[in-house]
């Protein structure tokens, strides 16, 4: 079986962008598709031509529309795994799943967005800092006890006044 024929199935196969988005604001609008995609150019004064440019050129927001487009507007069973990593165009539907009636989406409902985890997260550690803080604590004890002075060491005692 060639490609041709499995892309057949698909609901994205021969459909131009601005088509789709035309289809989700038509029947969503753009207070949906921004709750439920989390794309910022569906948020503030939302037009489709600057959502048309803006999809255009962010593959990966274009990839994510296409995926909201498939399993919520055409309601489609979500991807396996295998599939899922594959662009949304690209995707072969199993001629067995068929477009349903659009999901109902409700304002204000919409599941929050599950943050991705890094190996660069710079978030706060505080473990880790309260590991660092007494590592210089413990170094500046040591340097006080070594001048055997009864004063706490004073790193501006020698600067002129």
């Known amino acids: 079986m060639s490609t041709d024929n499995e892309q ?6 021969g459909l131009k962008l601005d088509t789709l ?9 753009f207070e949906i598709l921004a709750e439920y995609t989390n794309i910022n150019c569906f948020k503030n004064r939302a037009t489709i031509a ?10 990966w927001a274009r990839e994510k529309i296409e995926r909201f487009y498939l399993y919520n507007y055409k309601n489609l069973p979500k ?7 594959i662009p949304p165009r ?5 001629a067995h799943q068929k477009p349903r009636e659009p999901k109902q989406l409700i304002l204000g409902q919409a599941p929050t967005p599950k943050t991705k ?6 978030s706060f550690n505080k ?8 590592k210089v604590d413990t170094k500046q ?9 009864d004063k706490p060491f004073d790193p501006w005692s020698n600067s002129p006044k």
């Not at 991807?79 to 990593?85: G, I, K, P």
């Not at 985890?117 to 710079?122: A, C, F, G, I, M």
């Open 127 to 134: 473990n880790e800092h309260n590991k660092n803080h007494k």
């Open 90 to 94: 690209q995707r072969i539907i199993p």
């Open 117 to 122: 985890r890094t190996n660069n997260n710079h």
């Open 141 to 149: 004890r040591q340097i006080s006890t070594d001048y055997h002075t």
């Open 79 to 85: 991807a396996d795994d295998t599939q899922y990593e």
């Open 21 to 29: 988005l035309n289809e989700l604001v038509s029947h969503y609008g």
């Open 8 to 13: 057949l199935n698909n609901p994205l196969h």
């Open 50 to 59: 600057s959502s048309l440019k803006f999809l255009r050129k962010t593959e």
